[in-house]
């Protein structure tokens, strides 16, 4: 059977691509050496005690499948240093560092990259996730509290300043 075309074949009008109207898609991937001074940029906008860049390297080696970027138009956007521990009975996840570029915030690229540890976490056999944050911090613990997790204790004057940190933990349900 033939089909009847309304063009010739060389008439046939061509379907361009249009621009995206989209905002990029962030990518989340491990974080690499070389994403190492951009992590560190971000961090010193987000922190007032911030990591330096040997701390993060050192970091990657220790913990280099629980350490997450979130690229945007092949720019590091965000990121999430993740520790696995062992305590004998447990074990267990811990966020060690997590920031989002401020130009980058409120577009759900933390909740995604904090969601990208815990899946890892979770694959590696964590029976659940702890953090530490400030008590000023009131965004990153309403942050965390919408991704459930829940103040566990405050540990007094945690960090250097003599601040105290709320510890706080989520468990998996399998
Ligand atoms: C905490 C932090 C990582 C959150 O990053 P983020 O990318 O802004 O996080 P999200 O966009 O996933 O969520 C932030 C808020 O934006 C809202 N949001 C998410 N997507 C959104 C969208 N498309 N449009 C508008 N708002 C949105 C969320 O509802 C959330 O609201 P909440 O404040 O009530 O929780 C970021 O604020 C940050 O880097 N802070 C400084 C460093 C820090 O405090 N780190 C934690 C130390 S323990």
């Known amino acids: 059977m033939y089909i009847i075309l309304p063009f010739a074949r060389e008439e046939i009008p061509m379907i361009r691509s249009q621009p995206s109207c989209h905002p990029a898609v962030p990518v ?11 992590i560190a940029e971000i961090e010193k906008k987000s922190f007032g005690d ?8 050192e970091a990657l080696g220790y913990f280099p499948t629980t350490y ?19 305590t ?16 980058y915030r409120h577009r759900g690229i933390g ?6 540890a815990e899946q890892q976490f979770a ?17 990153a613990q309403r942050f965390y509290r919408r991704l459930g ?13 003599g601040e105290d940190a709320i510890l706080m933990m989520k468990w998996f349900r399998f």
Not at 111 to 116: E, F, H, L, P
Not at 123 to 139: F, P
Request: glycine share 6%.
């Open 123 to 139: 694959l590696e056999l964590a029976t659940g996730v702890q953090l530490e944050v400030r008590v000023s911090n009131k965004i």
């Open 88 to 103: 004998g009975e447990n074990l267990y996840g811990h966020i060690c560092n997590l920031a989002v570029s401020t130009e």
């Open 111 to 116: 909740a995604m990259i904090v969601k990208r």
């Open 28 to 38: 989340i991937r491990r974080a690499l050496p070389a994403d190492i001074p951009a």
């Open 149 to 161: 997790y829940r103040e566990a204790i405050t540990i007094d004057s945690y960090y250097a300043n």
């Open 50 to 57: 911030p990591w330096d860049q040997e701390v993060f390297a």
């Open 68 to 86: 997450f970027v979130a690229v945007v138009n092949g720019v590091v956007a965000g990121f999430v240093v993740g520790a696995l521990e062992d």
